[in-house]
Every structure is written in structure tokens, then in C-alpha cells.
């Protein structure tokens, strides 16, 4: 990767930032392009002097991807929305990138996607990440689709909003509990993503599903989070019914859950094969990192001396 100029499509986001710093470790320059460059400016300090750039673009609008993306070695697609704008980022927005990855010469295109990527999901979030993981095939053919599951990290929007439900209610209702996910550390995403981009020979034209080592049912998820923020308190399953009649008013600002969300939580958020393990990574479980960080949801925070869930 060494002196490779790499642009990150959304690289100041939660993934962007981790895989920005794997690759400025390997040496390689680093092009932050997302809507506003400021808010990657963070990354500064992790890089030498001229190993960043910054520069706007959306994807949304091809023409700044071709300006974003001219010259570039590599490119990698972290651009990826819930809500009224999935199509237009995560179906058409997939296609800009690819096509202008091309048309720059890239020689290698990560693409960014999800377990449960489908065309035909009745989510919308879904089939727009299986429409935008079509439309990346047909621009730039021999991409490399990564398809994380709930990706964890200090950043999170995923075990942090968990940790901040489970410090503040006395008790901790959980929709589809028995639905079971696949944790994945963002660092370990960030790894793969790389380790793709230095073998597009072996890993380009291929999608590979990404899980963390620990295999849980969402209930079990909330009662390992409960654990560790050392909070005793029940946690039990919402009924179906219930959690259906919640999500129909996912609507609502500081709903708890969306309709299309609801949706997702009907199928198993786990991955097909061990891509983790193909690209040579070891997997990092979530009690090995996440307790560092948890600590700021329990009562007195590192000086709490509620024993650690392992």
C-alpha cells in the first residue's frame, strides 16, 4: 500500500475513521471525500504531512465523484443510509461511485454492503443495499463486496444506544429476542477491507460476509449488555404484537424503532461462511473491547465496582 492513493467514499464516518487509520499505517495516502470535509478533519493527526486530502463530494451528484475520485489507486464505498434516502445513496448512490471508480482507472473497488442485502427484502434498507450491490457488479465487475454484521466499536450507534436504554429504564424490553446476530468489531472490518484492497487478484469479483466469533440471540445480547454496565435489573422479551404496534409509529421523532427496521429484525443477522478467517483475521469478541468503553454507562463509571461481564 505504500504511497497507493486510496479515497474513502464517506471515510469520516464511524467505519471511514478506522479504515482511514489502517491504511495510513500501510503507508498509504489517504483521499477523504464525503459532503463536508470538515467533519473528517479529525483524521489530521493520524497521517503524515500530505498523507490526506480532503475533498468534497456527494454521491449523489457524479460529478463531484469524478473530480473526488480522478487518480486514485483504489477506491473504497462507505457511503450507507437508513431512512428516506437509502435508494438514492445506497442503490443509485453505489452505482455513482462504481461507475466513476472506472472511469478513474482504480484498480481495485471495495464495496461496502450488509447481511441481508436482498432485491426482493420487503426492507427497504435491505433491498437497497441489494440493488446498490447489483448496480456495483455491472459499473465495476471485479469489486469486492463486504458484507459486515452489526458492526461494534467505541463509536457505535449499535451497543452504545443498547447501554444507554439498559443505564436509563428499570427494566429492558427486547423486540425479537430469539432473532440471532453476529457482532463484528469495526476494527476487524476496517482490517478486511484493506487486506482486499492489497489482493484485488484473489478477493476482487467476490463477496465476503463478515461476523464476529460470537454467535448470540438478541436477548442474550441485552442481558450480556446489562452485565457488563453492572445494572440488576430483568430483561424480558416484548411480545410480537407489541413490538409490530411500536414500530408502526416509527414515525415519530425518538421512536424506538421503525417500521423497516422491524422488518429486519425478522431474519438473522449472521454470516454465510467465515470471511473474516479467508482474509486471515482473528476475529476480536465483543467482551474483549467493548467493557472499555461500557464503563461510562454504569452508575459510577470506572469506579464502579460491579465485576465486569466477561
Do not use: C
Request: aromatic share 8%; hydrophobic share 50%.
Amino acid at each position: 500500500m505504500k504511497d497507493m492513493l486510496v479515497t474513502l467514499v464517506g471515510g469520516g464516518g464511524f467505519v471511514g475513521r478506522y479504515v482511514a487509520q489502517a491504511l495510513l499505517q500501510a503507508g498509504a495516502r489517504v483521499r477523504v471525500a464525503q459532503r463536508d470535509p470538515r467533519q473528517a478533519w479529525f483524521l489530521k493527526p493520524l497521517g503524515g504531512l500530505g498523507q490526506t486530502q480532503f475533498v468534497a463530494a456527494s454521491v449523489t451528484r457524479p460529478d463531484t465523484l469524478a473530480r473526488a475520485l480522478a487518480g486514485s489507486d483504489a477506491v473504497v464505498n462507505l457511503a450507507g443510509v437508513f431512512g428516506g434516502q437509502a435508494f438514492a445513496v445506497n442503490a443509485d448512490g453505489a452505482a455513482n461511485v462504481a461507475k466513476a471508480a472506472s472511469d478513474a482507472g482504480a484498480a481495485a473497488l471495495v464495496h461496502l454492503s450488509a447481511i441481508g442485502a436482498d432485491g426482493d427484502s420487503p426492507s427497504a434498507y435491505a433491498r437497497s443495499k441489494g440493488e446498490g450491490e447489483a448496480a456495483v457488479r455491472a459499473a465495476f465487475p471485479t469489486a469486492t463486496i463486504v458484507r459486515p454484521s452489526l458492526i461494534f466499536g467505541r463509536e457505535d450507534q449499535f451497543v452504545n444506544r443498547f447501554a444507554r436504554l439498559a443505564a436509563a429504564l428499570p427494566a429492558v424490553p427486547v423486540l425479537k429476542g430469539g432473532t440471532r446476530i453476529q457482532p463484528v468489531y469495526v476494527a476487524d472490518v476496517a482490517a478486511g477491507i484493506v487486506r482486499a484492497l492489497t489482493q484485488p487478484d484473489r478477493w476482487g469479483g467476490r463477496t465476503l460476509e463478515l461476523g464476529g466469533p460470537d454467535v448470540m440471540s438478541f436477548a442474550a445480547f441485552n442481558r450480556w449488555i446489562v452485565g457488563a454496565i453492572g445494572r440488576d435489573k430483568p430483561v424480558f422479551d416484548l411480545p410480537d404484537p407489541a413490538g409490530a404496534a411500536l414500530a408502526t409509529l416509527g414515525f415519530l421523532p425518538g421512536a424506538p424503532i421503525t417500521w423497516d427496521q422491524w422488518l429486519l429484525l425478522q431474519q438473522d443477522n449472521v454470516a454465510q461462511g467465515d470471511g473474516l478467517a479467508a482474509l486471515g483475521i482473528q476475529p476480536t469478541p465483543l467482551g474483549a473491547v467493548a467493557p472499555g468503553w461500557l464503563v461510562q454507562y454504569r452508575r459510577h463509571g470506572r469506579f464502579d465496582g460491579t465485576k465486569q461481564a466477561a
